[in-house]
């Protein structure tokens, strides 16, 4: 406007008006950047969708881990006592075997991102624990007091982890061990 009330609009540009062609072009570019904004929009928020449903379904499986494989290992160690037999022993070790398998799994499917895979790496250290003091009890001659370390210190271990899970995952109390 400027330059057409100073009469220069004819020495720049000359006589011509602005054809429909690049006024179709203008448009059709004001459209692909809407449906581009929109789309990428769109694909951010499914992405996010899917990954908050992966977590969920990942921190479902650690649960159902707690109150199969965890359980059984708990109730294998429950017979234990002053007096305990090798074939206690070998039952607690398939259970905490069975755990740490279940376990491995876990970590290889969770992803790299959130919370998750760290609370499975303590979790995964608190079963080391246990086996290795379920490994002490299995020896000739046992030393009673370092394996009973090394089961509480996976029992603290086992401790943080749950803390861990259930302030992420549900804001209540660690799950229990039943």
Not at 6 to 11: H, K, P, V
Not at 92 to 115: C, M
């Amino acid at each position: 406007m400027e330059l057409r009330e100073r009469g220069l609009w004819e020495q720049a540009f000359g006589s011509a008006e602005p054809t429909g062609n690049l006024c179709l072009i203008g448009g059709s570019l004001l459209v692909a950047g809407f449906l581009a904004l929109n789309s990428s929009a769109f694909y951010t928020g499914w992405r996010v969708g899917k990954d908050r449903a992966t977590e969920a379904r990942q921190a479902r499986s650690f649960l159902q881990m707690i109150k199969t494989e965890e359980v059984a290992f708990i109730n294998a160690t429950q017979s234990f006592s002053a007096q305990y037999t090798k074939a206690d022993v070998d039952n607690a070790l398939a259970a905490v075997n069975a755990l740490e398998k279940r376990v491995a799994s876990l970590q290889q499917e969770t992803t790299a991102q959130g919370p998750l895979p760290g609370i499975l790496t303590t979790y995964a250290n608190a079963v080391r624990q246990w086996k290795n003091g379920l490994m002490i009890l299995k020896e000739t001659n046992p030393d009673r007091n370092q394996a009973l370390k090394l089961l509480q210190l996976g029992d603290e271990l086992r401790t943080e982890a749950t803390q861990q899970f259930a302030s992420r995952y549900s804001g209540k109390r660690e799950p229990s061990r039943s």
